[in-house]
């Protein structure tokens, strides 16, 4: 069982917004603003696309963004695009135990 | 480029050992925390372990804490996960990233597969 709670499965179609949530507790999430976001596609690496709850990496397109809002955090991906089509992970600074991740969401674009 | 490729991933029985190793090119190791990050196949990520530019403080997931070793050889540009004492629940693809921000990876490797089996 993972320490951030993420929906299983979200979905949207080609030009519309998709937002997955990331739920911890004050000890992770709602404790640091060091909240990051990686995208996963089949058979291959991580990406980091969002760190800091909402600072976006060199490359990552602007439609990903990022916000928090107490023991919540959100990706946001707007203006869907066929690649986008990936597992994404949420993951969160932890004091102690240093970093915890949720369990990820598969985004289906329709 | 950053790249991190790592090695030494194979089939070892439980209760057995092994070393992974992580080659980095593409930007000045000694410059970066270093971590491990693990997944099970279909599942999701696990941080391991850290180690920091000089190695001087090193942290571990409480799951493997007492059997893993993180080391690094800033002279060789390689990151090192030394595992003892492996348990079935520790069979996933160990990744090597780098730690460019507070708790978070920017750069990965390709990952390599351990398996504890009998």
């Known amino acids: 069982q993972s320490a951030l709670t993420q929906p299983p499965s979200a979905s949207g179609s080609p030009g519309q917004s998709v937002t997955i949530s990331c739920t911890g507790t004050?000890?992770?999430?709602?404790?640091?603003?060091?909240v990051s976001w990686y995208q996963q596609h089949p058979g291959k690496a991580p990406k980091l696309m969002i760190y800091?709850?909402?600072k976006r990496p060199s490359g990552v397109p602007d439609r990903f963004s990022g916000s928090k809002s107490g023991n919540t955090a959100s990706l946001t991906v707007s203006g869907l695009q066929a690649e986008d089509e990936a597992d994404y992970y949420c993951s969160s600074y932890a004091g102690s135990k240093e970093r915890v991740f949720g369990g990820g969401t598969k985004l289906t674009v329709l | 480029e950053v790249q991190l490729v790592e090695s030494g991933g194979a089939l070892v029985q439980p209760g057995g050992s092994l070393r992974l190793s992580c080659a980095a090119s593409g930007f000045t190791f000694s410059d970066y925390w270093m971590s491990w990050v693990r997944q099970i196949p279909g599942k999701g990520l696990e941080w391991v372990a850290n180690i920091k530019q000089d190695g001087s403080h090193k942290d571990y997931v409480d799951s493997v804490k007492g059997r893993f070793t993180i080391s690094r050889d800033n002279a060789k540009n390689s990151l090192y996960l030394q595992m003892n004492s492996l348990r079935a629940e520790d069979t996933a693809v160990y990744y090597c990233?780098?730690?460019?921000?507070?708790?978070?990876?920017?750069?990965w490797g390709q990952g390599t597969q351990v398996t504890v089996s009998s």
């Open positions: 004050s000890s992770d999430i709602g404790g640091y603003n060091y």
């Open positions: 990233a780098r730690d460019s921000f507070v708790a978070t990876s920017s750069h």
């Open positions: 800091e709850v909402s």
